[in-house]
């Protein structure tokens, strides 16, 4: 079983950054691909981006490219997302996701990031 922590979110202006951070602590995280989800008020929760155990593969939504990029440390377990240009619609719950080879899925509690303008 996987605990992930998300930290790093908080409040920005529109073109800012933040830095996101999950650090796991568990089975072997270098085994698991991981995601990054948002959830903003009464929209459902979509993948923004995701990279493979090795970190060899990355997948962006279209909407990030570009601006986000997603990255992981197998030595320190952990994943981030760095976040540039932010806009007001990036606004959202940010979660953490690891799914393993036999399709356990394991979630972090999220941490919120707000944009003003």
């Known amino acids: 079983q996987l605990h992930l922590l998300e930290s790093g979110g908080g409040t920005v202006q529109v073109g800012g950054s933040l830095r996101l951070s999950c650090i796991v602590s568990?089975?072997?995280?270098?085994?698991?691909?991981m995601g990054w989800f948002r959830q903003a008020p009464g929209k459902e929760r979509e993948l923004v981006a995701a990279i493979n155990w090795s970190g060899q593969r990355t997948y962006y939504i279209d909407s990030v490219k570009g601006r986000f990029t997603i990255s992981r440390d197998n030595d320190k377990n952990a994943l981030y997302l760095q976040m540039n240009s932010l806009k007001a619609e990036d606004a959202a719950a940010y979660f953490c996701?690891?799914?393993?080879?036999?399709?356990?899925?394991?979630w972090g509690q999220g941490t919120q990031v707000t944009v003003s303008s």
């Open positions: 568990g089975r072997s995280f270098s085994s698991y691909d």
């Open positions: 996701n690891g799914k393993g080879a036999t399709h356990d899925s394991y």
